[in-house]
């Protein structure tokens, strides 16, 4: 499958470690990317490849993958994390297509 | 500092077309392949279609779901990027955004993206 699976909700308490997930059969030969979207705002990219951060990108956010499943971690979640997730990843087998997952809702409470 | 500055959204019929463009500026634009992705209202982020530099053809490759309807086209002497979207249907409400792709460390990312520019079809 081409498509990227995520959960559409996700909560965490303020300081508390979270993972948001990403499933799908490219993430076992393609790094996926994971971006942040606040209402109003440019999707921002967090984090890319294997595990790395734009400038600017506090280091509580980090990325891994195991298997067909990409993970976002953010260790110590703050009030200005809530935001939409969104993992995307591109097959070099399928033209260079991109594809996103359908977005995670992060609550922090 | 890299900026792309949408623009061309607004308020069309269905059928007619439209022509969005992507300023981009603070980079070497030529040397970059440039993304489009839109949002639909209340939807998710949606991949469009891309067009590679010219130092790779400047070719272009679109979404299955978009395939035939909408061109993207680029002016490197002027910085732009433009995505052509014909035969406009409801469903292509929504905000679209140019973003430059890169490689590095081992993968491709969509690394700036632009404020977006929001095209409402509606009769």
């Known amino acids: 499958s081409s498509e990227l699976t995520q959960d559409p909700a996700v909560s965490v308490a303020l300081g508390q470690t979270v993972r948001i997930t990403c499933q799908g059969d490219?993430?076992?030969?393609?790094?996926a990317s994971w971006f942040q979207r606040k209402p109003g705002q440019a999707p921002l990219l967090v984090i890319y490849g294997k595990n790395n951060r734009p400038s600017g990108i506090p280091d509580r956010f980090s990325g891994s993958t195991s298997g067909n499943i990409a993970s976002l971690i953010i260790t110590g979640a703050q009030a200005e994390d809530e935001a939409d997730y969104y993992c995307?990843?591109?097959?070099?087998?399928?033209?260079?297509?991109?594809?996103f997952g359908g977005g995670t809702a992060l609550t922090v409470l | 500092e890299v900026q792309l500055v949408e623009s061309g959204g607004g308020l069309e019929h269905p059928g007619r077309s439209l022509r969005l463009s992507c300023t981009a500026s603070?980079?070497?634009?030529?040397?970059?392949?440039m993304n489009w992705v839109r949002q639909a209202p209340g939807k998710g982020l949606e991949w469009v279609g891309f067009?590679?530099?010219?130092?790779?053809?400047?070719?272009?490759e679109c979404a299955a779901s978009v395939k035939g309807r909408f061109t993207i086209s680029r002016d490197d002497s002027k910085s732009i990027a433009y995505l052509e979207i014909n035969s406009l249907k409801t469903e292509d409400t929504a905000v679209y955004y140019c973003?430059?792709?890169?490689?590095?460390?081992?993968?491709?990312?969509?690394?700036?993206w632009g404020q977006g520019t929001l095209v409402t079809v509606s009769s």
């Open positions: 490219r993430l076992r030969s393609h790094y």
């Open positions: 995307n990843s591109r097959d070099t087998s399928d033209n260079y297509h991109w594809v």
């Open positions: 603070g980079f070497t634009f030529s040397d970059y392949a």
């Open positions: 067009i590679r530099s010219e130092a790779y053809g400047g070719t272009t």
């Open positions: 973003t430059r792709e890169v490689y590095g460390s081992g993968s491709y990312s969509l690394d700036y």
